[in-house]
């Protein structure tokens, strides 16, 4: 039988019971509509992620120290490293192109009358590159302010808003922890990420956050950018025998620091990109599954109602191959309509989701809608209405031309 038969055939037969049609369109389009949006919502939250973390550099090595303790019982973190230690991973491991030594913590900086409490970090001017930032207004301090434990700062937009508001606060004074520090260059922004916010933090010299502000000899961690097309593994174990030789640990000895090396991270955060892709996929797939077995039931009330045409069909000589072909074009037919109808409902579901989360006054949420996964959509809608149909086609075909053409 032409295509061309079938279809006319076919979409004469859906009209006939234009409610009923509509109700196992319904179905599809519900399970395309839900696959579509889950897997825009994994897509959307596994690239979020990933530009969070990946904003930070493939290439990016965290040395902090480890748990202090003996024999199995860890009583802290052990307080090992040293503004010496960073010195010297720069001075003698290979493969290492800026380091910068790290120590932090929330504190209150004020200006007049306005507050904010902020994370400040005191480290060195590379700790810009090693994190990927930039100054966006003013500068940032040198080595030579370092050095003489000078009291200037660099903040993040965000707290130049808290403190500032509109006006510039280039070559303004603020207080942290009571002490004034000239502020002396504003981070260009790189937006919310969540658990935290780059833009409001300040940055101060190393040396004078160790000595004035924290009162502390040793450093939270020490960050480490490394050459491209070096290989990172090369770098940490260089930084590990190093650090081994310089705290003078036997060789029975643990390691009082670890090495976080932020490619694992972003492996990692890929894999669970996409086993929450398979798993959100998976549960939009259901409401599909049900849909299917709608189509099922559908068919199998058609193809009762058309005994006595499938009779009268067979009786002028249609073949068993026609008449099965007419149900399971049928059965596509509504999928097919179905899938394209539920790719619109995904997608327009997927636009209305950050809207919402926007509505209900929640941080920023993205939703991403890909290419694959309308595709994939409309291959399994047109998929399930070849297994879901196959079954009442193939009862239609065997069917006895007398036993039809006698059925009431």
Known sequence: MMFWM??????????????????????????????????ALAAGTRESIMARVSSMGANLLIVRPGQAGRRGIMTGT?????LEDAQAVAAQVEGVEWVAPVVSGSLQLKYFNKNAQTTTFGVTPSYLAVRNFAVGRGRNFTDVEVERMARVAVIGPTTATNLFGRDEPVGETIKVKGVNFTVIGVLQAKGDQGWANPDDQALIPVTTAMKQIFGVERVREIDVLTADGFGNQRVVDGIGALLRQRHRLAAR???DFNIRDQAEVIDTMNTFGFVMSILLGSLGSISLLVGGIGI???????????????????????????????????????CGFGGVLGVALGVGLALLIPWLVQ?????QFTT????????VALGVSV??????GYYPAKRAARMDPVEALRYE
């Open 6 to 39: 079938l279809a006319k055939v076919g979409v004469k037969s859906l009209l006939a019971n234009k409610l009923r049609s509509f109700l196992a369109v319904l179905g599809i389009i519900i399970g395309v509509g839900a696959v579509i949006s889950m897997l």
């Open 78 to 82: 052990a307080q090992t490293m040293t």
């Open 253 to 255: 000895d643990e390691d």
């Open 296 to 334: 099922m039931n559908i068919m199998l009330v058609t193809v009762a109602e058309r005994t006595r045409e499938i009779g009268l069909r067979k009786a002028i000589g249609a073949r068993e191959r026609d008449i099965r072909n007419q149900f399971l074009f049928e059965s596509i037919l509504i």
């Open 359 to 363: 509505m209900a006054g929640q941080e």
């Open 368 to 375: 991403l809608v890909e290419l694959n996964s309308i595709l």
């Open 383 to 388: 998929a399930v209405g070849v297994f879901f």
